[in-house]
């Protein structure tokens, strides 16, 4: 089967940094890209950013210069650094196997959901 165990998260003081992780256990998703997703209370789950498994990564704008992806198939596990966090930022941040074809900002092209971890930034 295989799942996903986000962890990581708590609160920080903006312009601090966190580093979050993505344990895989059940299967390996060496092959697969992975994605990180974030959900503010009361909103959809956005994109966060992706990491292939060549490791090439793409972001969503307004993390470009502040997030890095970063794999270790060794470890099966995919890593969020995140770093001048913003208040913005707060939400619960999600990991995920991309499993359909298309660009993969879409959460609907993933699957093996993890249960979230909290990330909270005071001002």
């Known amino acids: 089967q295989g799942q996903l165990v986000e962890s990581g998260g708590g609160l920080v003081q903006a312009g601090g940094s966190l580093r979050l992780s993505c344990a895989a256990s059940?299967?390996?998703?060496?092959?697969?890209?992975m994605g990180w997703f974030r959900q503010a209370p009361g909103k959809e789950r956005d994109f966060v950013g992706i990491?292939?498994?060549?490791?090439?990564?793409q972001y969503t704008d307004s993390v470009k210069g502040r997030f890095t992806i970063s794999r270790d198939n060794a470890k099966n596990t995919v890593y969020l650094q995140m770093n001048s966090l913003k208040p913005e930022d707060t939400a619960v941040y999600y990991c995920?196997?991309?499993?359909?074809?298309?660009?993969?900002?879409?959460?609907?092209?993933?699957?093996?959901w993890g249960q979230g971890t909290q990330v909270t930034v005071s001002s």
């Open positions: 059940g299967r390996t998703f060496r092959d697969y890209t």
């Open positions: 990491i292939g498994s060549d490791g090439t990564t």
């Open positions: 995920a196997v991309k499993v359909a074809p298309g660009s993969g900002i879409r959460a609907t092209q993933y699957a093996y």
